[in-house]
């Protein structure tokens, strides 16, 4: 069984947005808009930047089998 939480940093993130994107095709998003964007994610855990790794709680509910 899962725990109902997992920890996900930056760079986790950022391999969930460029893993399944073609080789020839464009970024979903661009590495600048990326690190903007990875500020205000590590900002929606109060906790996240006390972590040894910065990493953003979030529930894994959809994962659990």
């Known amino acids: 069984m899962l725990p109902?939480?997992?920890l996900v940093t930056n760079k986790e993130?950022?391999?969930h947005f460029v893993e399944d994107?073609?080789?020839c095709e464009?970024?979903?998003?661009?590495?600048?808009?990326?690190?903007?964007?990875a500020e205000a994610y590590l900002d929606s855990d109060p906790h996240a930047r006390e972590?040894?790794?910065p990493a953003a709680k979030t529930p894994?509910?959809?994962?659990?089998?």
């Open 51 to 53: 972590r040894v790794l």
């Open 60 to 65: 894994s509910g959809p994962l659990v089998v």
């Open 13 to 15: 993130q950022w391999a």
């Open 21 to 23: 994107v073609p080789p």
């Open 4 to 6: 109902a939480w997992k």
């Open 26 to 37: 464009p970024p979903v998003l661009s590495r600048d808009d990326f690190l903007g964007w």
